[in-house]
């Protein structure tokens, strides 16, 4: 079956701008995750939804940073007024209810110039 | 607060042969999961092997083997018969009480397999 899915693969954008991540979760997944991987260093968790709702959004690095998903399975993650260090790889995870192993999208990569 | 360490550089191992990957962690909660991934030039982050805190054997998943010693919480994945497309960044992660908590990764290490 199909995995979790992530668009755009590639995002360059100029600093201050607006960008929207988009992340497609295994069907059947309830539980999604977002992190962010700089270069050189390992995931870091920015949020996790569990159905439509918003379970744990500690890792959210301030208020530019949001996420939705509204329907419980597609994931949409926005930046305002986006930084040069908001560059990085953004990995979206998906898993089923009670089960720890989560599936990785490939990622998108972030570029603010 | 969880917190792993991966503090080994660069590692290089003859194919073929095994080669062992360290991972140490810190946490509070008596229950806690450990994880291996594999992460190749692709970038796609895959699943290896899973340790339960309470879990009495260590975990075994083909060629992958985790070396789980809860006292000196450590957790060392072990990769037998080392291959060419083993080469790649290895993440050691925890996840929290609960099986839907997040992953808290390491800083990976990079292991390059010599033909």
């Known amino acids: 079956g199909a995995g979790v899915s992530q668009t755009p693969s590639n995002k360059v954008t100029e600093k201050g701008k607006y960008v929207e991540l988009r992340c497609d979760p295994i069907?059947?997944?309830?539980?999604l995750y977002w992190y962010r991987q700089s270069l050189g260093q390992g995931p870091e968790f920015l949020i996790y939804?569990?159905?439509?709702?918003?379970?744990?959004d500690s890792g959210l690095p301030n208020d530019r940073f949001f996420a939705v998903r509204p329907e419980g399975s597609v994931s949409t993650l926005k930046i305002q007024r986006t930084e040069r260090g908001d560059s990085a790889v953004y990995l979206c995870?998906?898993?089923?209810?009670?089960?720890?192993?989560?599936?990785f999208g490939p990622g998108t990569r972030l570029t603010v110039l | 607060a969880q917190k792993i360490t991966q503090t080994q550089p660069g590692m290089f191992v003859q194919e073929k042969e095994a080669v062992t990957l360290d991972c140490t962690y810190d946490?509070?909660?008596?229950?806690?999961?450990l994880f291996w991934y594999k992460q190749p030039s692709s970038g796609e982050m895959i699943f290896l092997i899973y340790?339960?805190?309470?879990?009495?054997q260590n975990a075994t998943e083909g060629r992958y083997s985790l070396n789980f010693q809860k006292a000196r919480k450590s957790a060392n994945l072990v990769i037998s018969a080392s291959q060419l497309g083993d080469s790649a960044m290895y993440f050691c992660?925890?996840?929290?009480?609960?099986?839907?908590?997040?992953?808290?990764f390491g800083k990976g290490i990079t292991l390059s397999v010599r033909p």
């Open positions: 995870a998906s898993s089923l209810l009670g089960s720890g192993e989560q599936f």
């Open positions: 069907s059947g997944h309830t539980a």
């Open positions: 939804f569990q159905g439509t709702g918003a379970a744990d």
């Open positions: 946490t509070s909660d008596p229950s806690y999961g």
């Open positions: 340790q339960g805190s309470y879990d009495q």
């Open positions: 992660a925890m996840r929290a009480t609960g099986a839907n908590s997040k992953l808290t």
